[in-house]
């Protein structure tokens, strides 16, 4: 199933991959990946994502914790965090492939509102688990619904329902259930998360973001370090240095300008951290490395 999975989604990037190695598809929030060659670290904010790995290699960490994959493993990311991925095995003869559907939390609630789930535990945002064959299945008539491109407006959302059912009962079914429930410390700590994507560059004090998520500080620190596995300061400090790595690269804006613009009150604490973070100053980054591709896993 996986191979046949394999062969479709190639097609499809022979014909549609721009020069990045992405073609989106017709499908919203489904997309294809290829690279032909192992690739340097990626900074991003991830979204909440499934990715089959279908050929080569990747390794994505989060926080503390590093997650390798290989063909047949999913990824999936279950909240809005900083992660750090690099393709580490491709070639052109046998070049990193995936496919990331987007998951959609209200799907996930209406599913899980009929399957009448429980409350279960926190989970980490970053889940990694072999492919389920029900949900490589799914994948595929996606890809073949390509092939009629009439057909996919009519069908497209019975089949993206049905691959978010099989997640629900694969072994990454705890993560994305927390979707699904308003009243789960992950949809909870999203609320955080929200605050702090919007206005990572100004304080926030952890008594604000943990009444935006209905806690109380200290419980609201120990369920964002179990989600996230970082505090909120850590995560505040990733999103604020991978934003400012985006002005440097895309904007060419000065190091100073970046330092303030992202909420850093010096110039040289700001460098310091850039330069513990993606390995070399800002300048010198800017500088050496071309633009970074835009992935989504």
């Known amino acids: 199933m996986t191979d046949t999975l394999l062969t479709n989604v190639r097609s499809w990037l022979d014909a549609h991959a721009n020069d990045a190695g992405l073609a989106q598809t017709p499908i919203p929030g489904l997309t294809t990946i290829r690279s032909a060659t192992p690739g340097g670290l990626d900074y991003a904010i991830s979204r ?13 960490t ?20 900083p992660t750090v991925s690099q393709i580490t095995q491709a070639s052109p003869d046998a070049p990193y492939m995936s496919l990331v559907l987007d998951l959609d ?49 009519m069908l497209h959302q019975n089949l993206i329902r049905e691959l978010h059912y099989w997640l629900l ?22 609320n955080a998360i929200a605050i702090l994507r919007t206005e990572y560059n100004h304080p926030l004090p952890v008594d604000r973001l943990a009444a ?3 806690m109380s500080p200290s419980s609201f620190y120990q369920h964002f370090k179990t989600v996230t596995s970082l505090s909120p300061r850590q995560f505040q400090k990733q999103l604020r240095l991978i ?55």
């Open 243 to 297: 934003e400012a790595r985006r002005m440097i690269m895309y904007q060419r804006m000065t190091v100073s300008s970046v330092a303030f613009a992202v909420g850093y009150e010096s110039a040289s604490q700001f460098t310091r951290e850039y330069r513990r973070m993606f390995g070399m100053p800002p300048a010198t980054d800017r500088d050496s490395t071309k633009h970074p591709k835009d992935t989504a896993a």
């Open 169 to 190: 009962t694969s072994p990454h079914s705890t993560g994305i259930r927390q979707l699904g429930l308003p009243e789960s410390h992950t949809r909870r700590i999203a």
């Open 212 to 214: 935006a998520a209905g």
């Open 105 to 153: 939390p209200s799907v996930i609630a209406d599913l899980t509102l009929e399957m009448q789930t429980a409350p279960e535990p926190d989970t980490n945002a970053v889940l990694v688990a072999p492919t389920d064959a029900e949900v490589a299945d799914t994948a595929l008539r996606l890809m073949r619904l390509l092939k009629r491109p009439a057909a996919v407006p």
């Open 48 to 60: 909440p994502l499934v990715c089959l790995i279908l050929q080569g290699r990747k390794q994505v």
């Open 62 to 81: 989060m926080g503390t914790q590093t997650f390798a994959l290989c063909p047949g493993d999913t990824l999936l990311i279950t909240a809005d965090v």
